[in-house]
């Protein structure tokens, strides 16, 4: 069975650093590759980044040359490197395997201006 687990959400003054980890049972195996995608209060869930299979990473325009997804082999999944936050970052982060319905449980983000 599909199993991601989130974990790195927190509190940060605007500016600071956070960093996300997204780790996969040891059995699952996402094809496709992973994303993140982030959801706040009264908004829809809305695309952050992916790592393609290939290892390929792409990025929403929002978070371009903030953010960076990458690899992590030791959790079997990815981590996502999130600086100089803003306000509008702040959301529930969600981990998915790409183009499937596997979803994490999420952690949240909260940045402070």
């Known amino acids: 069975q599909v199993q991601l687990v989130e974990s790195g959400g927190g509190s940060v003054q605007a500016g600071g650093s956070l960093t996300l980890s997204c780790a996969a049972s040891?059995?699952?195996?996402?094809?496709?590759?992973m994303s993140w995608y982030r959801q706040a209060p009264g908004k829809g869930r809305d695309f952050v980044s992916s790592?393609?299979?290939?290892?390929?990473?792409n990025y929403a325009a929002s978070v371009k040359g903030r953010f960076t997804i990458a690899r992590d082999n030791a959790k079997n999944g990815v981590y996502l490197q999130m600086n100089s936050l803003k306000p509008e970052d702040t959301a529930m982060y969600y981990c998915?395997?790409?183009?499937?319905?596997?979803w994490g449980q999420g952690t949240q983000v909260t940045v402070s201006s």
């Open positions: 998915r395997c790409r183009g499937t319905d596997y």
């Open positions: 040891r059995d699952t195996y996402c094809r496709d590759g």
């Open positions: 790592l393609s299979s290939e290892l390929h990473p």
